[in-house]
């Protein structure tokens, strides 16, 4: 067995340049774990939070929290996975972006037959987002409205699908126009470019002044407010990243003048926290997926040496749909 994987650590926060690439020991999974080979690994912007210090973690880290491969070991008391077996996760702690790893089983799910590697590492982490913002997050029915921001990224090339195949409208926003049609191509009625249009009153135009009933907000920062403005009264807020920097702090009773607002800021760890729940839904997105509801776009393929540049276009805004690493 190879002793040692090629795995990428930070030693500090910062830039891109902070990655590097090391040669870690590799041993036998203890009890509850499991030692898993990757065929490729996602990557998600909550890596670039982690790298840039926004969400600290102890240093040094590896980086990376979702990949897919074949499990080689299994630790004492592991009986949902067995050696040889294929396999794909989301999970915690970060250290996907690696040859092999050791690593908790609870959140390691079996990966159905149909579903290549990349495509699993393109879409545990997004997917399993996906689903539980629109089964566990707000009630939401068919003919419903949300407004989705990032349309064209990898949480939201996954979310403009999954709403039309729920009989959910889907409003998109993305940051060109190429980027709009491609969110529209995928499911959303309408997509707003918010670089060149103001989203809150195209947003009232599209409803006739309703409002919609959720938004599902990763951006943060440069759309939180105008967010609130585009929801009915009794609408759900829903704060799940901030890709342009942190919410500034808010008077609660903000949402109280705009029509008895709620607002939640779901992470998608806690949802997975519990084995049976994670692998529940992990099931529905293989269901997704196996059924051609959902497709998973690979736009970006990069080396686990180029994992640098992967970063830098994921931040400068150039990716569409999911990036991955192959080891
Ligand atoms: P994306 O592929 O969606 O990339 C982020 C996108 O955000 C960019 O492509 C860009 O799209 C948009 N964006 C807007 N403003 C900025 C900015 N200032 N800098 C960079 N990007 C900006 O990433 P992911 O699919 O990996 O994740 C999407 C979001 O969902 C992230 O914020 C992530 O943290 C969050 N997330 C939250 C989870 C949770 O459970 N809370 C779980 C998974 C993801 P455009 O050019 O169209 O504006």
Request: a neutral charge; aromatic letters at 6%.
């Amino acid at each position: 067995m190879q002793k040692t994987a090629r795995t990428v650590v930070i030693h500090e926060t910062g830039g891109p340049e902070v990655l590097k690439i090391e040669d870690r020991p590799l041993g036998d999974p203890g009890p509850g774990e499991v030692r898993i080979r990757h065929h490729a690994c996602g990557l998600n912007f909550i890596d670039v939070y982690q790298r840039t210090g926004l969400y600290p973690m102890e240093l040094p880290h590896a980086l990376g929290m979702e990949a897919a491969g074949v499990i080689e070991a299994v630790g004492e008391g592991v009986t949902h996975l067995k050696p040889g077996q294929r396999a794909a996760y989301a999970a915690v702690p970060a250290g996907a972006y690696c040859e092999a790893r050791v690593m908790p089983a609870s959140q390691v799910c079996p990966l159905p037959g149909g579903i290549s590697f990349e495509t699993a590492a393109a879409m545990m982490l997004k997917g399993l987002t996906v689903e539980y913002l629109f089964h566990r997050t707000t009630p939401l029915k068919r003919g419903d409205t949300v407004l989705f921001h990032a349309a064209a990224g990898g949480v939201g090339l996954i979310a403009c699908q999954w709403a039309k195949s729920e009989g959910i409208k889907l409003i998109g926003t993305a940051g060109t126009d190429d980027k709009c049609r491609l969110a529209q191509f995928n499911g959303a009625t309408h997509c707003i470019n918010y670089r060149t249009e103001d989203f809150a009153s195209r947003v009232a135009e599209i409803t006739g002044g309703k409002g919609v009933d959720a938004v599902m907000d990763s951006v943060g920062a440069d759309t939180f407010e105008g967010s609130l403005d585009c929801l009915k009264p009794l609408g759900m807020m829903i704060s799940f990243g901030n890709a342009s920097g942190p919410v500034p702090p808010f008077n609660i009773g903000i949402l109280g003048q705009k029509g008895s607002l709620k607002i939640t800021r779901p992470t998608l760890f806690t949802h997975i926290a519990d084995h049976s729940v994670c692998q529940a839904m992990a099931r529905r997105l293989f269901g997704k997926v196996a059924g051609a509801e959902v497709k998973i776009h690979i736009d970006q393929r990069f080396e686990l040496d180029q994992v640098a540049e992967a970063h830098r276009a994921l931040e400068a805004r150039q990716t569409t749909g999911s990036t991955i690493l192959v080891p």
